[in-house]
């Protein structure tokens, strides 16, 4: 049976072998002598099989030889799916693709009308017309969605296949990917777009090769002072916004240097005002339709840079103070009895420096004696501090060794520094050389400080949170330097995953109260917050952000737009000045002895410690920023007691080549403010420039009326000698 099917088949084959053109069952059955019926489930099966093909002329069904390889078998290679029909929409062939996609089979298809199918696809209204009014002449394309949410753009041509002119081809596309990308690609652009153009930073792009300026946000043209479109396709060098084209060329050579393709930078900006700005800057090249691009972020400083200067100023005072004093300051730690800081000063005293003397225990500097009788009497004034006994300071007398084996006698002001619950936790001392005049009893300490605090800027991230879900909506890519993810993996998490577990509570609360203000008032309002964030390392960094609150156009909800700088070596030095200015004002503030600055250009005290208060009775306001005359006219000081100092002769000595004479101990009695005559040590120290020219003295005055027993009369007065081992009374009216 089989082989009689195999012969049938053949000889219809050869019937059509000598046919240039199409032919019908009946005249095949005429040429081959077999009955219609045979004939056609013959040619049905060889269709099948791709070894002839059915056309449609007219009403009657003709048969072609497939001599080469089949234009439909071409069509199943496709991915597309492929529909051929007649002009009257008939089907004449669905390829492989179509047939899978639409679960159907070519046998269930051939012969039918397209409407009969109900492929949704290819019944949507825009498709019906075009195929209702298709002229043959020019293609036509649209893209529809069918109703399993697919994106498909569909090609509807026409062809003549196997000679069977005007067939209809539809070519329906999977553009699904394509079109979610694109409007991925438009969200993106939106939010980049928008976070640009909300960032109060300002942002400015330029093409390298002209410099010309080919976008800029509002915050830019604002910290300028140019409106938008004064800017635009003007260079930056005529602008007057950069120096010159070396400057550009230099800035983008560090950038290509750098690893993270940014470079940092502080630059003045002149406005069109003519005023000069401290800016922040940090700048990367990025490629925007074929062209090189500067990316510029830029941010004013000056505020910041005041504040700098002026702690740079305080600074200044408190090292002059520091480095010019010759007492020694020490703190010593009451459990081990281990020095913990050491003022220079001590270079001067025993040839040591501070870190040698830090790293040594005070055994080694100190005599037996004088050592043991630390030992023996620290721990008393301690116990008497905390039953509160004693004074809040005592002294002792202390024999230091020096560097080349000297015995060098000091007398130590003791003072207790306790926490706020009242435990003692540093021995505060000032060591005095008493090596020329052992014959006095007190001596005190002269205290210097100084203040230390740095700020820098680190590297900009745009982003966008939900403020309820806090959820990442966008983030720029310099992520990646700052925290070490990418944008698509931070875009992932909740930003509570990255703020330090220690100031979660803070973050949580200011989020929920800044999301409840906008609700209330839908005013946008400007933050900024200093926040530490974890790396993807797990390393702990400090951010500086300026944020805002807005509500999304498209979705209505509330949202957090921000921009993040590292700022941990800022913060860190912040932090770090701030102890040691904490630290170094409580030295000051528990000294017994005055400090004071005489500024020599205008005869102006610029500096009176508070303790002037004990001493004499005035308060520093009373003294700083006044000049000696009103202090004569006051009678805070007497004209001719201060002349007797005979300061003339040791500043034309000093400055005539004379170190010796920087330095200058003396005695001078001068008046309480309740009318009583106090003995006062001064220690004098003259502050020149490199050229010698004296500008003002630093000077510490204790008070040794105390340990004296000396009680002076209002009637009385004390004139000096420059021997200061020596004073002499005499009498007058003060």
């Known amino acids: 049976m089989t082989h009689q099917i195999e012969e049938e088949r053949t000889q219809i084959l050869h019937s059509l072998e000598g046919e240039d053109v199409c032919i019908s069952i009946s005249a095949i059955a005429s040429i081959t002598g077999m009955n219609r019926h045979t004939v056609a489930r013959h040619l049905d099966s060889l269709e099948i099989l791709g070894k002839v093909r059915k056309l449609d002329v007219g009403r009657a069904k003709k048969y072609l030889l497939v001599k080469k390889i089949s234009e439909y078998s071409l069509m199943d290679i496709s991915s597309d799916l492929i529909l051929v029909l007649t002009p009257n929409l008939t089907v004449q062939y669905l390829n492989k693709a179509?047939?899978?996609?639409?679960?159907?089979?070519?046998?269930?298809?051939?012969?039918?009308?397209?409407?009969?199918?109900?492929?949704?696809?290819?019944?949507?209204?825009?498709?019906?017309q075009i195929l209702d009014t298709f002229s043959f002449e020019n293609p036509e394309k649209i893209t529809v969605q069918d109703e399993h949410g697919f994106w498909f753009e569909i090609t509807i041509l026409g062809l003549s296949l196997l000679q069977a002119p005007n067939q209809i081809?539809?070519?329906?596309?999977?553009?699904?990917?394509?079109?979610?990308?694109?409007?991925?690609?438009?969200?993106?652009?939106?939010?980049?777009?928008?976070?640009?153009?909300?960032?109060?930073?300002?942002?400015?792009?330029?093409e390298i090769s002209t410099g010309e300026i080919l976008e800029a946000n509002p915050a830019y043209c604002t910290l300028i002072g140019y409106s938008w479109n004064d800017i635009i396709g003007k260079s930056s060098i005529g602008l007057g916004f950069i120096e010159s084209a070396d400057f550009r060329d230099n800035l983008i050579r560090k950038i290509i240097q750098s690893t993270t393709g940014?470079?940092?930078?502080?630059?003045?900006?002149?406005?069109?005002?003519?005023?000069?700005?401290?800016?922040?800057?940090?700048?990367?090249?990025?490629?925007?339709?074929?062209?090189?691009?500067?990316?510029?972020?830029?941010?004013?400083?000056?505020?910041?840079?005041?504040?700098?200067?002026?702690?740079?100023?305080?600074?200044?005072?408190?090292?002059?103070?520091?480095?010019?004093?010759?007492?020694?300051?020490?703190?010593?730690?009451?459990?081990?009895?281990?020095?913990?800081?050491?003022?220079?000063?001590?270079?001067?005293?025993?040839?040591?420096?501070?870190?040698?003397?830090?790293?040594?225990?005070?055994?080694?500097?100190?005599?037996?004696?004088?050592?043991?009788?630390?030992?023996?009497?620290?721990?008393?004034?301690?116990?008497?501090?905390?039953?509160?006994?004693?004074?809040?300071?005592?002294?002792?007398?202390?024999?230091?060794?020096?560097?080349?084996?000297?015995?060098?006698?000091?007398?130590?002001?003791i003072t207790f520094i306790k926490s706020s619950s009242g435990e003692i936790i540093r021995i505060l001392g000032v060591s005095r050389d008493i090596s020329l005049h052992l014959e006095m009893s007190?001596?005190?300490?002269?205290?210097?400080?100084?203040?230390?605090?740095?700020?820098?800027?680190?590297?900009?991230?745009?982003?966008?949170?939900?403020?309820?879900?806090?959820?990442?909506?966008?983030?720029?890519?310099?992520?990646?330097?700052?925290?070490g993810w990418t944008p698509s993996e931070i875009c992932q998490k909740c930003v509570d995953e990255i703020i330090s577990p220690d100031m979660l509570s803070y973050f949580l609360e200011i989020c929920a109260d800044r999301h409840r203000e906008f609700l209330d008032s839908n005013i946008t309002r400007y933050y900024t917050d200093e926040l530490k964030i974890l790396t993807k390392t797990g390393d702990v960094i400090w951010n500086d952000i300026i944020s805002h609150t807005t509500r999304n156009e498209e979705t209505g909800a509330v949202e957090f737009i921000g921009i993040s700088r590292d700022v941990t070596e800022k913060k860190n030095t912040h932090l770090e000045l701030a102890s040691s200015e904490a630290y170094l004002r409580l030295i000051l503030d528990n000294i017994r002895d005055v400090i004071w600055i005489l500024d020599l250009t205008s005869l102006v005290f610029t500096y009176v410690s508070p303790s002037i208060m004990k001493l004499r009775g005035y308060h520093p306001d009373e003294i700083v920023g006044h000049s000696l005359n009103e202090l004569y006219s006051r009678d805070?000081?007497?004209?001719?007691?201060?002349?007797?100092?005979?300061?003339?002769?040791?500043?034309?000595?000093?400055?005539?080549?004379?170190?010796?004479?920087?330095?200058?101990?003396?005695?001078?009695?001068?008046?309480?403010?309740?009318?009583?005559?106090?003995?006062?040590?001064?220690?004098?120290?003259?502050?020149?420039?490199?050229?010698?020219?004296?500008?003002?003295?630093?000077?510490?005055?204790?008070g040794i009326s105390e340990s004296d027993d000396l009680i002076h009369s209002p009637n009385s007065i004390v004139s000096f000698s420059p021997d200061p081992e020596r004073s002499r009374l005499t009498s007058g009216n003060v």
């Not at 281990?338 to 040594?360: A, M, Q, W």
């Not at 680190?458 to 310099?478: A, E, G, Q």
């Open 98 to 128: 179509a047939v899978r996609h639409f679960m159907t089979s070519l046998h269930e298809c051939i012969g039918k009308n397209i409407s009969a199918l109900h492929f949704s696809l290819l019944l949507h209204d825009d498709l019906i």
């Open 636 to 702: 805070v000081y007497a004209e001719k007691d201060m002349g007797s100092i005979k300061l003339e002769e040791q500043i034309r000595a000093f400055e005539s080549g004379d170190d010796s004479a920087r330095y200058r101990r003396f005695f001078i009695i001068l008046k309480h403010r309740n009318g009583h005559l106090i003995d006062v040590e001064e220690s004098i120290s003259l502050i020149a420039g490199p050229d010698r020219k004296v500008t003002h003295i630093i000077g510490v005055s204790r």
């Open 442 to 483: 007190k001596k005190l300490q002269k205290s210097e400080h100084h203040y230390r605090v740095l700020a820098e800027s680190v590297k900009d991230v745009v982003w966008i949170i939900d403020s309820v879900s806090r959820v990442f909506r966008y983030i720029s890519p310099s992520v990646t330097g700052l925290l």
């Open 262 to 413: 940014q470079h940092r930078y502080e630059l003045q900006v002149r406005r069109q005002s003519g005023d000069v700005i401290d800016a922040s800057c940090s700048s990367s090249i990025i490629h925007v339709s074929g062209r090189d691009c500067l990316l510029t972020v830029i941010r004013d400083i000056s505020e910041q840079k005041k504040a700098e200067e002026s702690i740079r100023k305080s600074e200044e005072l408190y090292r002059l103070l520091a480095d010019n004093t010759e007492d020694v300051i020490w703190t010593l730690d009451p459990s081990g009895c281990l020095f913990t800081y050491v003022s220079p000063s001590i270079e001067r005293l025993l040839g040591y420096r501070p870190d040698v003397v830090l790293n040594i225990h005070p055994q080694d500097i100190m005599t037996q004696a004088s050592y043991t009788r630390m030992r023996v009497k620290l721990p008393y004034y301690i116990k008497s501090q905390a039953e509160r006994r004693t004074p809040s300071y005592c002294r002792l007398r202390i024999q230091y060794i020096a560097v080349d084996g000297r015995i060098i006698p000091t007398d130590a002001a």
């Open 169 to 206: 081809a539809i070519i329906c596309t999977d553009v699904t990917e394509k079109k979610r990308s694109e409007e991925a690609l438009k969200i993106a652009q939106e939010k980049y777009g928008f976070a640009f153009h909300a960032s109060p930073d300002g942002i400015v792009m330029r």
